[in-house]
């Protein structure tokens, strides 16, 4: 499974608004507290790769994202499975060398909308922005995924060449907000 996603810097308010005028259902919102983990056998940052452990109301997950493989979109492989206990799993990955690069704070207000899940997303030390994301189970549905994730933020009165292909953790160690 592929995971495409488009991010910009936005105002969350008018983004609301649109989406409401769309029809688009309101899903819920979480806190979500992400835990990165640099590899000890190679550089995770010169890989564009990422290895988390999510705590989420009260639920933990464990995610691996492979490298960007579209120019276009932040679209990547993505592998994840829920884990029992979020101090057991930091332990495993402690034994095996991995070691906790940085936490990335943030609520997230999602929405459905034309098939997409659209995230409002208030990053602590960064600010806001919507992520529009959709699923592509081939390689070769990914442009059709990402196009239809750009007509969503374009209907969103976002503009998608303002994406940011930067993850929030790469934002946050960017800013100097996470030392």
Do not use: W
Request: charged share 30%; aromatic share 6%; hydrophobic share 35%.
């Amino acid at each position: 499974m592929y995971e495409v996603e488009c991010k910009v810097a936005s105002a969350h308010e008018p983004v609301r608004e649109r989406l409401v005028a769309l029809d688009a259902d309101a899903i819920g919102t979480v806190e979500q507290v992400d835990t990165y983990y640099d590899a000890p056998h190679r550089s995770f940052p010169e890989t564009d790769e990422a290895l988390r452990i999510r705590q989420e109301d009260g639920a933990t997950r464990l995610t691996y994202k492979g490298p960007l493989v579209d120019a276009d979109s932040k679209t990547r492989a993505e592998h994840e499975t829920g884990v029992e206990s979020d101090e057991a799993m930091a332990n495993v990955l402690d034994a095996l060398g991995f070691a906790p690069a940085a936490t990335v704070e943030k609520t997230r207000e999602k929405f459905r909308c034309r098939g997409y899940t659209v995230a409002l997303d208030a990053v602590s030390g960064l600010g806001e922005f919507v992520e529009v994301e959709g699923e592509a189970d081939m390689e070769t549905d990914i442009e059709h995924v990402r196009d239809g994730a750009h007509d969503l933020l374009a209907a969103l009165d976002c503009d998608p060449a303002d994406q940011i292909r930067t993850s929030y953790l790469e934002l946050l160690l960017e800013s100097g907000a996470n030392e």
